[in-house]
């Protein structure tokens, strides 16, 4: 059913959370798996060979992140392939799905509530206008409870009387 499997990561543990179930699923199906990682051109804002030089670390840090995350995935039995480049997230995700015909577009999210609606997060803009599946898997950040003398010292901080 899904041969090839898009991942769109940008370096962050939340959206590595999805791994491990792509990697079950592409086990599963025998399918190809993508890691694409996108990152904004710094040059449309600013120039020079500063910022020249800072792109191409960019995109070293790009190609190292995604050859790591590769090799683990393919430690697993996972066929992976990975490309990165520059451009704007949300809209080459979903340009990227259709020039390479992916069948399914894997991300994780984390879905923050009001802000996420208002601004709309990455995820919400590729389930939005995909025209292939995307599979969501949101990550709860449980946090463990605050001890009195941690709910005392934020009050504190806070200036609360």
């Given amino acids: 059913m899904f041969k090839k499997i898009l991942v769109p990561l940008d370096g962050s543990d939340l959206a590595a959370k999805i791994l491990p179930q792509v990697a079950e699923l592409a086990k599963t199906q025998d399918a190809q798996v993508t890691l694409l990682n996108i990152y904004l051109d710094l040059k449309t804002e600013v120039s020079g060979e500063l910022l020249d030089e800072l792109m191409d ?7 190292t992140y995604l050859a790591q995350v590769a090799k683990d995935l393919t430690a697993q039995g ?63 950040e449980i946090k463990p409870p605050r001890t009195k003398e941690e709910y005392y010292l934020e009050v504190l901080d806070r200036g609360i009387p």
């Fill in 78 to 140: 996972v066929k992976v392939q990975t490309d990165c480049f520059v451009g704007m997230p949300p809209r080459d995700i979903i340009a990227y799905a259709d020039k390479n015909g992916m069948d399914l577009i894997a991300m994780a999210t984390h879905g923050k509530g009001e802000v996420a609606w208002v601004l709309g997060s990455t995820a919400e803009k590729v389930v939005t206008h995909a025209t292939v599946p995307v599979l969501l898997v949101r990550v709860m």
């Fill in 57 to 63: 670390r960019e995109l070293k840090s790009c190609q």
